[in-house]
């Protein structure tokens, strides 16, 4: 079972940035993929960007360009670095992991963008 930990959410006004951290913990071997969903109010959650083991990354064409995901595989830490925040990515940012086929989510961190 992997555990997963978020923090960094809060509220920044329209064009700021936020940096979003999610540590792993528990059996943390052989996860493949990192990512980050996002749920907004009455929205289904869709997936932000993940990255894998081998480092290569995916992101949403929403995102793409304005979000960095990274990882740090000695600390157990993937981070998504949010520049040029819209109110459209107002939601609560969820972290994931995939593991032998199994995936584990952390229980999220809000983000809201309003001046």
């Known amino acids: 079972q992997v555990q997963l930990v978020e923090s960094g959410g809060g509220l920044v006004q329209p064009g700021g940035s936020l940096t979003l951290s999610c540590a792993a913990s528990g059996s943390i071997l052989n996860i493949a993929s990192l990512g980050w969903f996002r749920q907004a109010p009455g929205k289904q959650r869709e997936l932000v960007a993940s990255?894998?083991?081998?480092?290569?990354?995916n992101y949403a064409d929403s995102v793409r360009g304005r979000f960095t995901i990274s990882r740090d595989n000695a600390k157990n830490t993937v981070y998504l670095q949010m520049n040029s925040l819209k109110p459209e990515d107002t939601a609560v940012y969820h972290c994931?992991?995939?593991?032998?086929?199994?995936?584990?989510w952390g229980q999220g961190t809000r983000v809201t963008v309003s001046s």
């Open positions: 994931h992991s995939l593991r032998l086929g199994s995936g584990s």
């Open positions: 990255i894998h083991v081998i480092g290569g990354a």
